[in-house]
C-alpha cells in the first residue's frame, strides 16, 4: 500500500525554490523576521486555539534536499548547480518563536515569528502554514464543539473525510475532544479511541436483535445503534437483548447511538424508556451531520443527550451556510517583517491587509484583559506577560510539552476566558492593541516610502 511521502525539502512551493534562487543570485542573504498571523478569527468567533507547534518544528527540523529531491529540481529549470548545492547542504539554523499550543490568541497576533537566513526563513513558509494553519482551524473548531456541548464528551469521528487526518485527531484532542475513532491517530499521539457499530452491521444479521444479540455477547462493554429501521422498536429490542444476555455474560449495555431523524423527540423516548427499565446509567449518544450550532439547538430544545459524534465538520473545519460564516481555512499569513543589517524596513502597504513591520513580542495583560503587540525591546506593561516564546535556537527544537498538558492548558484558558468571548457568534470584539512605539515605526515606515516614490 502507498504511504504518504514525507515532504523534506519538496515541502514547499515552486515560488519559494525560484525566490530563493533569485534571493541567492542577488546576494540577498541578511537575517530576516517572518510573523505569522491570521487577520480574523475563524468561524465568526472572536478567538484562535493554538496548535500545530510541535508538527511544525518536526517540518522545520527536516527540511533536508537530498539526491532525490536534486535531481527533482534539476527537472523544473536549469538551476545553477553551485545553487543546488547550496541546497543540498542547507538545514535551518534559525531562531522561531511561537504562542504555545493550548494558548488562545486573536487576529492579528503573530502565533510564529522566524528568524533565521533570508533563504532558510523564506522556504519554511508553507510547511508553517500548513501545520499551524490547519491544526489551530481544527483545534478552533473543537473548542467551539466542545462549548457547545457543555461538559458533554464530545468524540471525534472524522477520519472517513479529513483531508489530514492526523492533524485532525491530534486537534481535536488540544480542543478537548475526549477521544478519536481513528485508531492510528489514537495509537500515534496517545489519545483514547471510541467507536459503536455501523448500519451494515446491524443489516448484514437476519433481524435486529440478532445482530445486537451478536454484539451483547462479544462486547464485554457495548453501545447499540438504533436508527437502521425504526427507533421506537429498537430501543425496546435493545433493552430485551441487554437484560438476555447480561445475565450470562456479564457484558454492559454502556450506551444507544442515534445518528438520524428528529434527535430531539428520540432522545427523549430513548431516555424515557431506558429509565422506565432501570437503566439509568445507559447513555445516549447522537452523531449524524452535527456542528456546534446544532448540538447546542439540540441543547437548547431540553434533548436529553449524554455525549456527541463528531466528524465531518470537525475534521475538515467547516463553517456554516445557515449562518453565513466561512470555513475550511484558517486563512493564515506568513511576511516580512524585519531584515538585519538593512536600511530598508520592509512592509505591505495595501489597506486592510498591509503589514507590521518590526521584530514583535506578544503580551497578555492580567487575566483576558486585553493584549499589546509590541516591538520586542519595549518593556512589558505591569502586570503582562509575553505570550511569544522560544521553540527552536539554532535549528534545535526547545523541549516541548506533552499533548495531555497542552490539553490541559487549553481547558485551563478557556475556563479564564470571559463568557463574551467565548459565544459561538461573537458577542465582543477582544481588545489588541499596538504599541505606541510599533505605530511610530510603522506610520514612520509608510512614510518613508511614500517619500521614495
Avoid at 494558548?103 to 533563504?119: N, Q, S
Avoid at 429501521?229 to 442515534?258: M, N, P, W
Amino acid at each position: 500500500m502507498a504511504q504518504q511521502p514525507e515532504p523534506g525539502g519538496l515541502g514547499v512551493d515552486l515560488y519559494h525554490i525560484d525566490s530563493a534562487y533569485i534571493a541567492w543570485r542577488a546576494g540577498l542573504t541578511p537575517a530576516a523576521t517572518f510573523d505569522l498571523y491570521t487577520r480574523s478569527a475563524p468561524f465568526g468567533g472572536a478567538y484562535l486555539l493554538t496548535a500545530g507547534l510541535e508538527l511544525a518544528l518536526d517540518f522545520v527540523s527536516s527540511l533536508r534536499f537530498g539526491d532525490d529531491e536534486i535531481a527533482y529540481l534539476r527537472s523544473l529549470r536549469p538551476y545553477d548547480e553551485v545553487f543546488l548545492a547550496t541546497l543540498r547542504g542547507l538545514r535551518f539554523t534559525g531562531e522561531i518563536l511561537a504562542i504555545p499550543e493550548g494558548e488562545i490568541a486573536f487576529a492579528d497576533e503573530p502565533l510564529v515569528r522566524v528568524t533565521a537566513p533570508f533563504l532558510e526563513a523564506l522556504l519554511v513558509e508553507s510547511g508553517l502554514l500548513h501545520t499551524v494553519g490547519v491544526s489551530t482551524l481544527i483545534a478552533t473548531k473543537a473548542a467551539r464543539i466542545v462549548l457547545a456541548a457543555e461538559g458533554r464528551p464530545v468524540a471525534e469521528f472524522g477520519y472517513r473525510r479529513a483531508q489530514t487526518p492526523f492533524i485532525a485527531a491530534r486537534s481535536a484532542y488540544i480542543g478537548g475532544c475526549t477521544s478519536t475513532s481513528f485508531l492510528a491517530a489514537a495509537r500515534r499521539f496517545g489519545i483514547p479511541s471510541s467507536g459503536t457499530i455501523p448500519h451494515a452491521l446491524v443489516g448484514a444479521f437476519p433481524s435486529e436483535a440478532d445482530a445486537f444479540r451478536a454484539v451483547a455477547e462479544t462486547l464485554d462493554n457495548y453501545s447499540l445503534l438504533l436508527d437502521t429501521y425504526d427507533v421506537d422498536r429498537a430501543i425496546r429490542t435493545a433493552i430485551s437483548v441487554a437484560r438476555e444476555t447480561e445475565g450470562h455474560t456479564g457484558y454492559k449495555l454502556a450506551s444507544v447511538r442515534l445518528d438520524s431523524g428528529d434527535l430531539v423527540a428520540d432522545s427523549r423516548y430513548v431516555r424515557a424508556a431506558l429509565d422506565d427499565a432501570g437503566m439509568t446509567e445507559v447513555r445516549v449518544l447522537a452523531s449524524g451531520d452535527l456542528d456546534e450550532w446544532r448540538i447546542a439547538a439540540l441543547l437548547a430544545a431540553g434533548a436529553p443527550i449524554d455525549g456527541f459524534g463528531v466528524g465531518t465538520s470537525l475534521a475538515t473545519g467547516v463553517g456554516s451556510v445557515d449562518h453565513s460564516v466561512e470555513g475550511g481555512a484558517l486563512g493564515a499569513v506568513y511576511k516580512l517583517a524585519w531584515l538585519e543589517e538593512s536600511a530598508a524596513v520592509p512592509i505591505k502597504i495595501a489597506g486592510e491587509k498591509s503589514t507590521w513591520p518590526g521584530k514583535k513580542q506578544v503580551v497578555r495583560v492580567g487575566s483576558f484583559e486585553r493584549d499589546v503587540i509590541q516591538l520586542e525591546e519595549e518593556p512589558f506593561p505591569s502586570g503582562s506577560r509575553p505570550l511569544l516564546a522560544p521553540a527552536m535556537s539554532g535549528g534545535v527544537a526547545a523541549g516541548l510539552p506533552s499533548l495531555v498538558d497542552i490539553r490541559e492548558r487549553a481547558a485551563a484558558n478557556f475556563a479564564a476566558l470571559p463568557e463574551q468571548f467565548r459565544a459561538l457568534e461573537s458577542l465582543a470584539e477582544y481588545p489588541v492593541e499596538h504599541s505606541d512605539r510599533l505605530i511610530a515605526l510603522r506610520d514612520r515606515t509608510i512614510a518613508e516610502h511614500a517619500a521614495a516614490r
